[in-house]
């Protein structure tokens, strides 16, 4: 499923993460020649890819919708219905 960049951050390696709309993350690396990706070494333009569309995995593996609802009906975002993160 396409989900939204809403931000950026790095890991405990210091390897970009993309921060999806859906509440999911997805690694951004730059590693030629397997993954050509060098606007994510600029913080200029990994501004300029917010709101830019990346495939979520996690949301296709749990066949969400657009909304983060799952076919189940469970919340794949990690937000109860209020909004408030779910704590383990």
Do not use: N, Y
């Not at 993954?35 to 979520?56: M, T």
């Not at 593996?61 to 993160?85: L, M, P, R, W």
Request: aromatic share 6%; glycine share 10%.
């Amino acid at each position: 499923m396409r989900r939204k960049i809403t931000g950026f951050h790095q890991d405990e390696f210091e390897h970009w993460v993309a921060d999806l709309a859906c509440g999911h993350t997805q690694h951004v690396r730059h590693d030629p020649p397997w993954q050509s990706r060098p606007w994510v070494i600029s913080a200029q333009q990994r501004q300029q890819k917010i709101g830019f569309e990346l495939d979520c995995v996690v949301c296709d593996a749990a066949g969400s919708d657009e909304t983060g609802i799952d076919q189940t009906g469970i919340d794949v975002t990690g937000s109860d219905v209020t909004g408030s993160d779910v704590t383990s």
